[in-house]
């Protein structure tokens, strides 16, 4: 049971509001422990992968990954997240507009090894970001609105190639007492979706 969160709807003006008053306690400074122990669930011994971060904000698991060798793509709709990646990180980058994407920015660390879209998830499609071999999705299908679950995990499961690797962090309360995000996702919900 989902309780009230089924209606619950978050705005990309209330994302971006909570990125714009530092109201950001999912990010993880340290990157995230299940990365660290399921990593070679992630890269099943291949290396040179192409990983994709749904709803990337600042994740500091992009320059470690990329930093192994990695291709890292990531979608996040506050340009100010993006922007923060880069500085923190102290990389370098170019930015310039996605041409099959109204608005869009495409910022992308001058050594070419990581690149972040600056907009909707919705409006990417494997015919401009191309396909994964990996996805660390740590906080995307928690934050995204209940209602637009369906969505979301067909353009995952349309992003990733036949043998790639989808590692899924959620959270498991009771949704009647949190009215959510992160918004809670059953297990079979998960099945339903995925498969």
């Known amino acids: 049971d989902?309780?009230?969160?089924?209606?619950?709807?978050?705005?990309?003006?209330?994302?971006?509001?909570?990125?714009?008053?530092?109201?950001?306690?999912?990010?993880?400074?340290?990157?995230?422990?299940?990365?660290?122990?399921?990593?070679?669930?992630?890269?099943?011994?291949?290396?040179?992968?192409?990983?994709?971060?749904?709803l990337c904000g600042?994740?500091?698991?992009?320059k470690w990954l990329a930093d192994m060798g990695h291709s890292v793509v990531g979608v996040e709709i506050s340009e100010q997240a993006v922007k923060?990646?880069?500085?923190?990180?102290?990389?370098?980058?170019?930015?310039?507009?996605?041409?099959?994407?109204?608005?869009?920015?495409?910022?992308?660390?001058?050594?070419?090894?990581?690149?972040l879209y600056c907009c909707s998830i919705y409006d990417l499609s494997s015919s401009i970001v191309g396909k994964f071999d990996g996805v660390w999705?740590?906080?995307?299908?928690?934050?995204?609105?209940?209602?637009?679950?369906?969505?979301?995990a067909s353009l995952m499961i349309n992003l990733v190639e036949k043998n790639s690797s989808y590692l899924l962090v959620t959270v498991s309360y009771d949704p009647n007492k949190h009215k959510g995000p992160p918004f809670y996702v059953p297990e079979s919900e998960i099945q339903s979706l995925f498969g």
Not at 137 to 152: K, M, T
């Open 58 to 62: 600042k994740a500091v698991e992009m």
């Open 84 to 115: 923060e990646f880069f500085s923190e990180h102290s990389l370098p980058y170019c930015e310039e507009p996605v041409p099959e994407i109204s608005g869009a920015k495409m910022f992308q660390s001058t050594s070419g090894n990581i690149s």
């Open 137 to 152: 999705d740590r906080g995307a299908l928690v934050a995204v609105n209940p209602r637009d679950r369906q969505r979301y």
């Open 2 to 54: 989902v309780g009230s969160q089924k209606e619950r709807v978050v705005t990309e003006e209330e994302w971006l509001q909570k990125w714009e008053m530092g109201n950001i306690g999912f990010h993880k400074e340290e990157g995230h422990p299940l990365l660290q122990k399921y990593l070679d669930v992630l890269l099943n011994g291949r290396s040179g992968l192409r990983i994709f971060f749904p």
